[in-house]
């Protein structure tokens, strides 16, 4: 049944062609925040924040500061105090405390001079500062919130669309559900432990090297998986090069993506009609910006998306990389075509469109929705 025009969120577009001053990405950026209606999410006196990844060491695929900056001054310009912000890692790495973290997202522009806000880090020194959020779902009772997300104001979430082992894609609500929680709330959301195939194993030892909690032993092949120890990141899986580590994917995926919905749900309760969204669907990589590396973009470079739904522009982010025809010699292993899921053509057992549906259902935004080009 066709949902009409008046029910359907509105996402708003812009490309990435420019042939002058007034097109370049930093202005675009100012017309989609007030095409988006952002200007009533933010209100004077506001302590704002700008959820944003900062990126790990080494990966250099996150959002550009540069492109952050028009989004600051737009909010500082309504009479609010920006500040960016994002929350300690689970798995170690160069964010898994505030002093690391802070370091890295200085070394990535992040800061007043690039990006014309402060940084700071959302959880704490130690990640373990956070307010328990009533959210009463099918999950959980209470999440997690790290205490400076839950005490802003307001807040605008500025995502860098991609693909995700597991979760099948990154973007809002990946960046509200995942990123707004402590460690302790990342940890929750996760619980999914991996498999392992002793015979797919070559014995290189970077599953047990990488593992943030030395939960793997590793003798001539793979021999143990201590899962008192696992918290279920994920990194073994995107670290070996023979897949002999693996995802239950139909029996721990689908309720894990449904634990980072909740999440997200709980991000921004206390907030609603105060919380803002850009999509930016530029360097649309294969792996999450937390990992220390960036891979070649899969599918072309196609532009920036605004909305007040998490899930409508998610919706329509996903539904704008298929369209696309999918890039040669990248991690796309098949589904070029445009009009085929390159995100099972990047990561095949993926079930990324469980967040849309079930963030839907749960009351967190709406799938339909009508897309605007500015």
């Not at 209100?43 to 060491?57: C, N, T, V």
């Not at 020194?125 to 328990?132: A, I, K, T, V, Y």
């Not at 990154?170 to 929750?188: F, R, T, W």
């Amino acid at each position: 049944m066709e949902v009409s025009q008046e029910l359907k969120s509105t996402v708003y577009f812009a490309g990435v062609r420019a042939r002058s001053f007034q097109d370049n990405k930093q202005n675009r950026i100012r017309g989609l925040f007030d095409a988006a209606g952002l200007d009533e999410v933010v209100q004077k006196g506001d302590l704002s924040a700008i959820k944003i990844h900062f990126g790990e060491r080494g990966n250099d695929s996150y959002v550009n500061p540069v492109l952050v900056r028009p989004i600051a001054e737009k909010i500082r310009s309504l009479g609010a105090k920006p500040f960016l912000t994002d929350t300690n890692t689970l798995y170690g790495g160069s964010r898994a405390n505030a002093v690391d973290h802070l370091q890295t997202a200085n070394e990535h522009g992040f800061g007043q001079t690039v990006a014309g806000a402060p940084a700071i880090i959302a959880d704490g020194l130690q990640g373990d500062n956070f307010q328990e959020v009533s959210i009463d779902r099918k999950h959980f009772r209470s999440v997690k919130i790290a205490a400076e997300i839950a005490s802003a104001n307001s807040m605008i979430v500025v995502s860098h669309f991609k693909a995700h082992l597991p979760a099948g894609f990154g973007g809002a609500i990946k960046n509200l559900g995942m990123g707004c929680a402590p460690a302790l709330g990342k940890a929750e959301q996760h619980s999914a432990k991996p498999i392992f195939n002793a015979e797919l194993c070559s014995g290189c030892r970077s599953c047990m090297e990488g593992c943030p909690q030395r939960a793997i032993t590793v003798e001539k092949r793979i021999s143990a998986v201590n899962y008192d120890r696992c918290t279920g990141c994920g990194k073994c899986l995107r670290v070996c090069p023979t897949h002999a580590l693996d995802f239950d994917w139909f029996v721990e995926v689908p309720p894990f993506m449904e634990r980072m919905t909740e999440y997200a749900f709980g991000a921004i309760k206390g907030k609603e009609n105060r919380v803002g969204f850009f999509n930016f669907l530029l360097n649309i990589t294969p792996d999450c910006d937390c990992v220390p590396w960036s891979d070649a973009s899969f599918v072309p470079d196609i532009g920036i998306l605004a909305s007040k739904d998490p899930v409508a522009i998610d919706q329509a982010s996903y539904d704008l990389v298929n369209r696309q025809m999918g890039l040669a010699n990248t991690l796309l292993q098949k589904n070029h075509a445009p009009g085929k899921d390159k995100f099972l053509g990047v990561w095949e057992s993926t079930l990324g469109n469980i967040q849309l549906d079930y963030g839907e259902k749960i009351g967190l935004g709406n799938k339909e929705y009508r897309l605007i080009e500015i």
